[in-house]
């Protein structure tokens, strides 16, 4: 039966869609400008602001408007723009900051990779070296100033969802927790701040631990946090009863993940834990962000995963999975042992 008279045709809906792609280059766009930053002390006119932000007034004004119509900052009576919800995440420096993350989104490699979509999806290959020139890991090693926005992006990630794992999962019996592929070490920190019997191992390429010897200096945790900068393929060290990877896996296809897998199984103690923080993809229609990620994955050579793609991985890389630990963010925690 019929829903309602009013229903929207389906070629409106799909036109909506279509049009996300300009949505998210104008959320870009205004992470680029530090809109939200400058709005932080309060509402502005368009004029004032891009003066503030070096943009000109009436394209300024344009975005912000159609940001405002899907509740990305509010206009309000008397012609200003005020923050919203959404908005708050676009500001740099906020426990929910995303502005990297979007910012990521508008640069000019990444609109590279998704227009060579339909090579992956026909052919199933990545496309990193058909859109960039390089493999990834070697273009942003060219390109020093993406890499650090591409970090800074995942530290995004991670602070929407230490919280959450933090309260999620305990971590007291762990003496020496490995984090694999850490980056900048914000969930590794926060551990330890959490836990303060505990040691840290960060473990990433050297430039990215590079980046990271500062922060953790910062945090005044040098003494109890080593840093170790390598490739993950090739090897990991030991010395963790604990073994943590967070949105690592995902970046690579089956074969690369239980090479990293075997690599932590052979230099953990037989009591030792794995613990592969990822998303995990539910069966059927339901929505995910998981499922639209999958696809950014796919461009790299990587991919999201359903349990059982887990539970394969796992059988392959000699683990067996002990359990499974939701979180109040997106991402789950899967715990292992070592056959």
């Known amino acids: 039966m019929p829903s309602t008279a009013q229903s929207t045709p389906s070629n409106t809906v799909l036109n909506q869609m279509l049009l996300s792609g300009t949505l998210v280059q104008a959320i870009a766009v205004a992470a680029e400008l530090g809109i939200a930053d400058a709005l932080a002390a309060g509402p502005r006119a368009a004029p004032e602001l891009a003066q503030v932000v070096g943009a000109n007034p009436s394209a300024l004004y344009r975005i912000l408007r159609a940001l405002s119509s899907v509740g990305i900052f509010c206009e309000t009576a008397n012609g200003q723009f005020e923050q919203t919800g959404l908005s708050e995440c676009l500001r740099s420096g906020v426990p929910s ?17 998704i227009g060579e979509m339909v090579h992956s999806v026909r052919t199933g290959e990545p496309i990193v070296e058909r859109a960039l020139g390089l493999p990834l890991w070697e273009y942003f090693a060219q390109h020093q100033e993406q890499a650090a926005l591409c970090n800074e992006s995942m530290t995004n990630f991670s602070s929407t969802e230490i919280a959450a794992i933090l309260e999620g999962y305990d971590f007291s019996s762990i003496r020496t927790l490995v984090d694999v592929g850490g980056g900048l070490g914000s969930l590794l920190t926060a551990i330890l701040k959490e836990y303060s019997h505990m040691r840290g191992i960060l473990i990433d390429l050297p430039a990215v631990i590079d980046a990271a010897r500062k922060e953790i200096s910062a945090l005044d945790l040098a003494d109890r946090c080593q840093l170790a900068g390598m490739d993950i393929i090739e090897s990991i060290p030991r010395g963790g009863d604990a073994y943590m990877l967070k949105h690592v896996i995902h970046d690579w296809n089956d074969e690369r993940s239980v090479a990293i897998l075997r690599n932590c199984h052979d230099v953990m103690p037989r009591n030792g834990k794995l613990l592969v923080m990822e998303g995990v993809i ?10 639209l990620l999958d696809l950014q994955m796919l461009l790299i050579g990587g991919k999201e995963r359903s349990e059982e793609e887990f539970r394969a991985l796992y059988r392959e890389a000699e683990f067996e999975m ?18």
């Open 282 to 291: 539910g069966p059927g229609n339901d929505p995910s962000i998981y499922k």
């Open 322 to 339: 002990t359990r499974i630990v939701p979180t109040l963010s997106p991402v789950t925690i899967l715990e292992g042992t070592p056959k």
């Open 97 to 113: 900051s995303m502005r990297a993350w979007a910012r990521l989104h508008g640069i000019e490699s990444h609109h590279r990779l």
